[in-house]
């Protein structure tokens, strides 16, 4: 409860991710954010001026980024007038849209940590619960029997889960 003549501040929590290519290189929001301008603008110079990013930093980002990733993120069109420019390659193009959406990340991440507790006898408590209940049945569940049927299945549940979860609108 605030004191009366304080004001209160708002905490509001933030989540940043991030991609890492070779250990190294990371590709964020404000990445994402210039590639996504580069797209919609179809010019590296007008994209850093609305960002703010010095021309000559984006650039040597963007090779960095290139050569730590393995593929070109950009297709430049040499000349002057309306075709010259730059343009997101399709490597890029795919990588770009799923990076901006933190909502179907946490639904992605929180399917893959609940369905990955099937995995062994000791990825959740519920687990060990129906191997001691069973056991007190005189059947016994022995690790590697568990994963002979626990893997095939959260890879199974995870794979149908992950297609569920790109196909949905969030």
Do not use: H
């Not at 605030?2 to 929001?29: E, I």
């Not at 603008?41 to 994209?47: N, P, T």
């Not at 021309?55 to 050569?67: D, F, I, N, T």
């Not at 959260?154 to 949905?168: D, P």
């Amino acid at each position: 409860m605030a004191r009366a003549g304080r004001a209160t501040k708002t905490v509001t929590p933030k989540l940043k991710v991030w991609v890492v290519f070779a250990g190294r290189v990371k590709f964020g929001d404000g990445r994402a954010e210039l590639l996504e301008l580069i797209a919609q603008l179809g010019s590296i110079k007008k994209a850093v001026a609305a960002t703010g990013m010095s021309y000559r930093s984006a650039w040597g980002y963007l090779k960095e980024l290139e050569a730590a990733a393995g593929f070109k993120f950009l297709e430049r069109v040499p000349g002057a007038g309306p075709r010259s420019g730059a343009k997101l390659t399709k490597d890029a193009e795919a990588l770009i849209p799923t990076f901006g959406e933190p909502d179907r990340g946490w639904l992605i991440l929180a399917m893959a940590s609940t369905l990955a507790g099937n995995l062994t006898i000791l990825g959740s408590v519920a687990n060990l619960i129906v191997v001691e209940a069973a056991r007190e049945a005189r059947v016994e569940i022995g690790f590697f029997a568990y994963c002979r049927v626990g893997i095939p299945l959260t890879v199974l549940t995870l794979g149908v889960g992950w297609l569920l979860l790109i196909a949905m609108p969030v």
